[in-house]
């Protein structure tokens, strides 16, 4: 004899929520990347805001170091601005923002979405020096004037920016090395069906 089925009462306005499937690898699934001209943008604005951190952070080893020229201790200055521009860069990229990309809504994560942890964040920094990294390194044995070097450098930044055309996401090669992805964080628009009832 077959027992009669149960229906149970379903509370009102819910409705059974699907399972979630787990992101897939490659991020497809994610926002989208930000276009280029704004990450570009964006890394420009950094650099502008970097001139502020290096110039706090030249004074305070001028202090310490009782330096009076400044050629005097040129590479431990070098390395002290290395560490400060790591603390910076990883503090605010495990948080997942810099001032220069809330202002430009760019949000770094890592490749499944997730927030970037600091192992990841450093790991970041340290690749990100290949922006200028290779450029410096071919000419330093030419002795070459600081013009040249300049465009040397800059003609760099346009081939390693560019390059992340060849990506499927559009991202640079330095974040898919990382393990991170940059994404876009601009606020949605609220649509007429979204539009609260006051």
């Known amino acids: 004899m077959a027992l009669p089925a149960i229906a149970l009462p379903m509370q009102s306005g819910t409705s059974p929520t699907p399972p979630t499937l787990p992101q897939p690898p490659d991020g497809s699934a994610l926002s989208p990347t930000p276009g ?9 604005y950094e650099g502008m805001l970097m ?23 040129r590479n431990a200055l070098q390395a002290f601005l290395f560490v400060v521009f790591g603390i910076y860069f ?33 790991l970041r920094y340290v690749l990100s020096w ?14 070459l004037p600081v013009g040249e070097i ?3 450098v800059i003609g760099w930044i346009l081939v390693w920016s560019l390059s992340s055309r060849l990506h499927p ?6 974040d898919v090395l990382a393990g991170t992805r940059l994404i ?14 006051v």
């Open 169 to 174: 996401q559009g991202q640079f090669w330095h």
């Open 184 to 197: 876009d964080s601009k606020p949605k628009a609220l649509g007429k069906q979204d539009t609260p009832h």
């Open 150 to 152: 300049a465009v040397l």
């Open 130 to 143: 290949l922006w200028f990294l290779p450029p410096l390194l071919a000419v330093a044995p030419f002795g």
């Open 51 to 73: 001139f502020g951190v290096v110039f706090i952070a030249g004074y305070l080893f001028g202090t310490l170091s009782q330096t009076r020229h400044a050629l005097d201790n």
């Open 36 to 44: 280029l001209g704004r990450r570009m943008a964006c890394w420009l």
């Open 90 to 122: 990883v503090w605010f990229w495990s948080k997942g923002q810099t001032l220069a990309m809330k202002t430009w809504h760019i949000r770094m994560v890592d490749r499944f979405g997730a927030p970037v942890s600091q192992p990841r964040a450093l």
